[in-house]
Each structure stands twice: as structure tokens, then as C-alpha cells.
């Protein structure tokens, strides 16, 4: 069982920067991708961004392009999420999501995504 611990949240005022990490540790899953979502109060879970393939193929979300990067450590076990100019609409539980090789992957969907951390908050206040 793939485990996954995410770390990084808090508080900061909007145009500051924040990075969150996610941990994946079990036994020896080969990671294919690796993800970020986030979810508001009363909204759904929404993609932020996602990090695939050996060759580290990215993706964002329209409302993160360009202020968020997504990265990992060479051994996938470790991905990061840094978040520049930060919006209070960025206010959100953040979640690491990890997909294992095999079948067809789409990296916005949830979905896609087996392995899920518990969440860390990310309040931007303006």
C-alpha cells in the first residue's frame, strides 16, 4: 500500500510564495505520474498540476499556468509543488495524488490517480 504525506501548508498573504512536498513511501510502486489537486469549501476537487513519464512531461490547470511549477526528485518518490503570487483564490486543501505505470492516463482527472495524501491546508489571505 502506496502511502503519501504531504507538507508545506499554511498561511500567507496574497503575492507571497509557498512550496508543498509530498512523500510517497510503500512497497517499491512504480510511479508513472504524479499529481496535484486541490479542493475549496463547497466546491468540487479541481487538477492543479501533474508530472509524468520519465521524461517529466508537465501539466497545469489554466487558473495556476505560469504561477505554479510542479517538480520531483530523480528516484519519483518526492514530488513539490511551488506556488508563486498567491491569490486568496488559491485558498484550498491541497492534495498528491500518484499513479502507477500502466493503462491510460489522463492527468487531470482524478480519477487517474490511485494513491491519495490526506490533504494540507493553503490559506492565502488578501
Known amino acids: 500500500q502506496e502511502q503519501l504525506v504531504e507538507s508545506g501548508g499554511g498561511l500567507v498573504q496574497a503575492g507571497d510564495s509557498m512550496t508543498l512536498s509530498c512523500v510517497a513511501s510503500?512497497?517499491?510502486?512504480?510511479?508513472?505520474?504524479m499529481g496535484w489537486f486541490r479542493q475549496a469549501p463547497g466546491k468540487e476537487r479541481e487538477f492543479v498540476a501533474a508530472i509524468a513519464g520519465d521524461a517529466g512531461y508537465t501539466y497545469y490547470s489554466d487558473s495556476v499556468q505560469g504561477r505554479f511549477t510542479i517538480a520531483r526528485d530523480k528516484a519519483k518518490t518526492t514530488q513539490y509543488l511551488q506556488m508563486d503570487s498567491l491569490k486568496p483564490e488559491d485558498t484550498a486543501v491541497y492534495y498528491c495524488a500518484v499513479r502507477p505505470a500502466g493503462g491510460t492516463y489522463h492527468p487531470s482527472r482524478s480519477g487517474s490517480y490511485y494513491y491519495w495524501g490526506q490533504g494540507t491546508q493553503v490559506t492565502v489571505s488578501s
Open positions: 510503500g512497497r517499491g510502486l512504480n510511479i508513472y505520474a
